[in-house]
């Protein structure tokens, strides 16, 4: 139980278009997911918290109208990555939470590696 | 702000070696504490965690104990095998549920 998958697994994409990743909870209700981004060697840094039906809350210095992020159900959110620059290239990785169940336990996905050219 | 500082790595050991990789916290409060373990090319998989205190979190092996004394949680197994090569990532929530706040990540090597 408590799995979380994200598509695409890998993405290749030109300079100035835009890219949609999926992260869906497949065997529990989501009612919070959190966005991640992960460059080479490095740890793990919060990008948004975004919880169902309301707007994603981002942490400071990420840009929201770049990083576009949807939470339109309990299983699934999605992070657009708008008009993106060789500079957005890194290890996306989802986190999905379920606030209501009382275990509090984030379930992550196995991540997106996005290729910016 | 809250933060956690692990070892640096990469660690490299032979098979069937002791393994530690320290752990510490600063925290304004009481977080929960967790070790999260990534496989080449992966998400992040939960390998352990303590949310109180004197707490010992085990798991596959793998023990950590939370310390409030020294703001620790170091990370430790008895004998490691290759198939533990990955990178471990401590980290720290303030609200169980909450964001996580991770380490820098620490590369395991184990050879044969």
């Known amino acids: 139980g408590a799995v979380v998958s994200q598509h695409p697994s890998r993405v290749i994409c030109k300079s100035g278009t835009s890219v949609k990743i999926e992260c869906r909870s497949l065997?529990?209700?989501?009612?919070?997911m959190f966005w991640y981004r992960q460059f080479p060697k490095q740890s793990l840094m919060l990008m948004a918290t975004s919880n169902e039906g309301s707007k994603a809350t981002y942490e400071q210095g990420v840009e929201k109208d770049k990083f576009l992020i949807n939470h339109a159900s309990l299983t699934l959110s999605t992070l657009t990555v708008t008009s993106a620059h060789p500079e957005d290239s890194s290890f996306y990785i989802c986190?999905?939470?379920?606030?209501?169940?009382?275990?509090?336990?984030?379930?992550f996905g196995p991540g997106t590696r996005l290729t910016v050219t | 702000g809250d933060s956690v500082t692990q070892m640096e790595g990469p660690v490299t050991l032979s098979e069937e070696a002791f393994l530690t990789i320290n752990c510490t916290y600063t925290a304004t409060g009481y977080p929960s504490l967790f070790w999260y373990v990534q496989y080449p090319g992966e998400g992040l998989q939960l390998l352990l965690k303590?949310?109180?205190?004197?707490d010992k979190g085990s798991n596959k092996g793998f023990e950590a104990t939370y310390r409030k004394e020294t703001t620790s949680f170091h990370l430790e197994k008895g004998s490691v095998q290759v198939s533990d090569s990955a990178v471990y990532f401590c980290a720290l929530c303030m609200e169980y549920g909450n964001k996580l706040v991770f380490g820098a990540g620490t590369i395991l090597r184990v050879k044969s």
């Open positions: 303590a949310t109180k205190a004197d």
């Open positions: 065997d529990f209700q989501a009612t919070t």
């Open positions: 986190s999905a939470t379920n606030r209501g169940s009382g275990t509090y336990e984030q379930y």
